[in-house]
Structures are given as C-alpha cells and as structure tokens.
C-alpha cells in the first residue's frame, strides 16, 4: 500500500483525536460519536482481552464506516525488585479492608502484546497508537504494510526521535499536562515537558504531523495547539463528562470539583495525573516502579472503591484544566470545541496584527 | 488617574513582553530594544540596590520614550528553620573551595521593598509587575493612583482570583515550563501547571488581560498563547542569546546545548527552572526552603563559578524550549518572531477549517 494511502490526522474534517482512556471511560460508542462528528474516535486494547478487543471493534464498525484509531500498550520489562512490591501489598491491606476488598496479584503480563497486534493487522483499524515505548522498526512495518498508520505516543524530544527513526507516521506529543498515564519510553527516568514547549521542539525539529495532548479542554486550547504546530489536538479528560464515555459516578463527581492534580504513582506502579485524594496522599512515597504489577495488585480495591462511591480509593484520572470538562453530548461537544477554536484563532489574528 | 489610562498590554503593537530576568540577563539596551522594536521591555528591580535601578531606569529613559516595565519581588518571611540553612552551608563548603570562593551570608533581607516602591512610585515605569507574591490591596491602589498599571505574576488559578480581587490590571500567567523562578506565591505548595492549561482555565474564569509566560521561544508559540486567550507572551529565557541581553558565556555556552531543564532550590532556596548540572545534581536532596538565605549564601560561589566560566557551579536558568534560543538582536529578534506569529496563525485558521 503506498504511504500517502495511510490515514492523516490532516485528513480530519475536525482536527480532535479522542484520547484511548483505556481502564473505563473509552467506549464503542464515545469513538463512534467522536468520528461521526468528524474528528477521530479511538478504542483502548490496553487492560482488556483480545477478545474484548474484537468485540468493541465489531461494535464500533457496526455504528460508523468513518475512519477510528486503537491504541496499544508496548510492555515494559517485569520489575526487578519484588521485594518492594511485598512491601507496597503489606502497606495496602488497610486500604484492601477499607473496602471489603482483596489485595490483586501483582503479576507481570505483557498485555497480550502479540495477541494484539496480529488482531489489529486482521482488524485494521485505521489508526494504530501506541503509549509506554516505541514498537520496534518491524513491528511498525508491518502495520504499514497493513494499511494501518502508526502513531507513537512521545513526551520528550529524545523519544520523538526515536519514534521518528523507525518509521512512524505520526507522533502523538503528550504534555506534562495530561491526564491518566505519562507515555514516557521509561517511567524511572521521565521528562516533565509542557505540551506548549514540546509541540515547539517538535515541529522545529521534525519533519511528521503532531497530535497534541495533554489538557487540551477548549476551542482556544485547540486553537493554541494548532497554531504551535500541531494537525490535531487529542481529548480526554475533555470528553470525561460526555453522555457516551463509561466513566464511574464517583469520577464525574470529582471532576465536578476543584482539587488539584498531581502525578502518582500509587495506583499502578507507573506515573498518572490523577485529581489529588487520600490514597495518592498517603502513598505517594512508598509506591515502587512496577508497573503492570501494581496496577494489578490495587485492582479489585480501586473497583471496590468505584462501586462503594468512595472518590478517596479511586484512580480519577484527570489532566490539569479538567474543570473545564462539559457535561453534554460528544458529537455536540466535539463541534462546539471545533467553533470555538475557528473563533479563537480569529481573535488571535486580531490581536496579532 | 482614570483607569482607561493605565498602560494596557493589549495596546502593544507587537504582543510580546520581555521578561524582566532579574540577577543578570536584563539590562537597559535589552529592554530599550524590545520596547522599540513595539513590544514592552522590562528592567528588574530584584536583588539590585535601589540605587542601581534608579540608574537604569535612567539610562533606559534616555534609550527610548516608549513604555516599559519594571518588576519586583515581594518579600517573604525570614527562614524559620536556620538549622537547615547551617547544615547545607556545610554541604556547600567544598563547593566555595572549588571555585576558591567563600560562602556568602545566608541572611534574610526583603530586597528594599519600601525603597523600591517608593522609587517606582516616584520614577513612574508604565507598568510595574510582582513575582513571588501578591501585594496589598493599598499597595495596588497607591499605584495605580500614580498612574502605574499593576500587572501579577501567578501559576495557578488560586493565585490568579487573589490577584484579581487585590484591584491587579492584568496577571503574567507562569507556566510550569518558565526558566528561572516559579513565581508562586507560596514556595513550599506550589503548583505544577502547564501554560496552556493555566491560560484555559484563566481566561474561562476571569475577566482580566492575561500575559503568557513560560518556554514560549517561537512565532508558533506566541500565536499559540494568542488563540489560548492571551492579550500578549512573555519571553525570557528566548531573549537570553541576543547581542543585548547580558547573559554570561558559560551561560550562553549551555544554551548552545541539549541537556535538560529541571526546577532546583540548591541555588537561591526557591524553586526555579534551570538546566541540570552538577551542582543541582549533587544538592537537590538537601537544599532547604530559604530564599532569599541560601540566594546570598551560594552567590560568591557562582560570582566566581561565572569568572571561571565553569557551567556546572552556575545557575543556569533556561526554560524548557531552550534549544530555540536564536543569536540575534533583540529588535530583529522582536519582529522576526511577530511575523512567524501572524503566518502561525494564517497556518492554524487553514487546518481549523
């Protein structure tokens, strides 16, 4: 297939790509309103079964023909040191009680990293991202091959370069600002780049389309990131609040708040923004680098929390300017963004003389 | 003095505004050149005796008839904890010897704020902006009686409503990724938010002309903050390489590199951004929460690191697009950067459709 064939975030009618938000809030239908309103709507592999996969995929084909992305996680190494994550279990079996929950099995897995790949080859879905490392030189050939573009979630200049040497078609450039989990190549040693400062080195340095994430939650911020560079900006906490997204009550009630955010690496093992509550507070400097093995181990205490209503036990994912987040319609909302934005450029024009 | 008369960053020809850089950089020609060129330039007041800024607010006078700004800091209160300053004292002793200085007196002093404001009250910048606290309601309105505008710097939305309820004119809105001092109002709880994140929420929530600060380097990233909702951006650290700005070589020097920024205390006792080295490596474990005590108990050590031109003694303020810093003069520089500003945005409006 020849490369000008593959999908491009300059293609979009309306440049917003919706983040995957996997672990919940993404779902077949938020991805269909998204691409149907004319932006790109995209599905979470990460945490779910292959067959879940195809299952959401299916889904999705069935309520639009309109391009879609799916992102997958690249796994990382088991963690070395069990002993710490012994200790970090020991620590939490208060907060296990707390909710009437067990403590989860810190395994290690690779999140089916094989299993997904040959489904997205047979699959297709227009779009392939990746977030947590760069596939390697072949990995990525072989989507191309496919027909699938391939995106690689950056957060440094190092890592663009990376991403751009073995041949993405795009870089998704993830700010200091977003919620959920940094996309860092490697969580011990992260940048802590603003998306403002990153999409200048970036579109400075590199000759690829850039998806520009990271707190983006208005038309103006659209505006801003397209004016830096970007084809697109990517949206989640944005679309948090939306009817069609899965996100628990007890998260749409602490997005209604004003509480700060921080980077934690207490729920799973690898660094999140989340809005600030008890559990990060209390231990934000025990939790190890061990990720997927916290992440499992916290599970079944985080969905107890959910259930129970307790914002305190959950992950509430969040990039720093959620208050702005909306509660309305995606395909609605991801309109109203794409006029606000044409608006704010105008009145930048103005101003700029 | 009506309101309407006090000096308006929307009424700048060229939206950007120098960053003062207080302890270096800044010097009348700098300033003179920026506010020529019809953006505003700025002379810091900060850790300058009032004699010396009644001096250079002189000589800028006789550089240019255009409007400029003057900046101030506002005092703190004294170090409760001296134990904590004695013992990184100790830390630092190799340090001095190193460079065959002695550590200086890590004493507290609120940089000649009454002077200062006395001196601006009577020498009558147009503008005169604070960082590292708000000040008082009286102080404000003493000025704005004068005919000064009074403009805060602020990095996060808490700080920005004190500001705005104190009787400010507009607020320099800091991004986490500035070079140099945070400017937040409390050291030891700051904020961490993105400049793009911080100017959605402020402009959603407040009806103030806002002024954007932090790793803004290019045209992309002045119309960026322009269709973010700022009235103009605030450029520091990409002003540091210009013939006017009195940046020393070893500093210049590091800016020609690719090493990272982070924030440290180790030099001053207050967070600031700046690129790694050595030192900030060595104490950043230890360095305690005292500005302005450990500020003069390391100057001597960087005075003569600086003589030595030895970039790993000094501090090294950068923000974090440092790498597009360009060598020119600051006029050139000025216009240069509104031209790429206006086709940004001519760029941004095609892709939004």
């Known amino acids: 297939m020849p490369e000008d064939a593959l999908f491009s975030p300059e293609a979009l009618e309306i440049p917003i790509v919706q983040a ?65 994550i012994e200790r970090f279990a020991r620590e939490l079996e208060p907060d296990a009680r707390r909710y009437g929950a067990e403590l989860g099995d810190a395994r290690y897995d690779d999140d089916g990293w094989e299993d997904k790949l040959a489904l997205a080859s047979e699959l297709r879905p227009d779009v392939i991202s990746f977030a ?50 940094r996309a860092s190549f490697d969580d011990r040693h992260p940048g802590d780049v603003g998306l403002l400062a990153l999409l200048q080195l970036l579109s400075a340095e590199l000759d690829l389309p850039l998806i520009a994430s990271g707190g983006v939650m208005t038309g103006r911020g659209i505006a801003a990131v397209l004016a830096a560079g970007a084809a697109a900006a990517q949206l989640g906490t944005a679309l948090l609040l939306t009817a069609e997204a899965a996100t628990s009550p007890a998260h749409r009630g602490a997005l209604g708040g004003d509480v700060h955010t921080a980077l934690t690496r207490t729920f799973s093992g690898r660094s999140a ?81």
Chains 1, 2 share one sequence.
């Open 20 to 84: 995957p938000m996997a672990g919940g809030p993404s779902t077949p239908a938020l991805a269909a309103a998204v691409t149907e309103a004319g932006g790109l709507g995209f599905l979470a592999a990460g945490y779910r079964t292959p067959a879940a996969v195809r299952g959401e995929l299916e889904e999705l084909r069935s309520l639009t023909s309109r391009p879609f992305g799916l992102n997958l996680f690249v796994p990382s190494s088991p963690a070395e040191d069990r002993s710490s």
């Open 273 to 353: 923004r989340g809005i600030a509550n008890r559990f990060m507070r209390e231990h934000e400097h025990s939790a190890p680098h061990a990720y997927p093995e916290v992440h499992y181990l916290t599970s079944p205490m985080r969905a107890a929390a959910r259930e129970a209503g307790d914002p305190d036990g959950i992950n509430l994912w969040a990039g720093q300017a959620y208050p702005l987040a909306r509660e309305k319609d995606a395909a609605e909302l991801v309109r109203e963004l794409a006029e606000e934005s044409r608006q704010a450029l105008a009145e930048a024009e103005r101003r700029a003389g």
């Open 132 to 181: 947590f490392g760069c596939p390697s030189r072949e990995v990525i050939a072989d989507l191309r091959e496919g027909g699938i573009a391939v995106w690689v979630t950056v957060t440094t200049p190092g890592e663009a370069a990376v991403a751009r040497d073995v041949g993405a078609d795009a870089l998704i450039a993830q700010g200091f600002e977003a919620g959920g989990h």
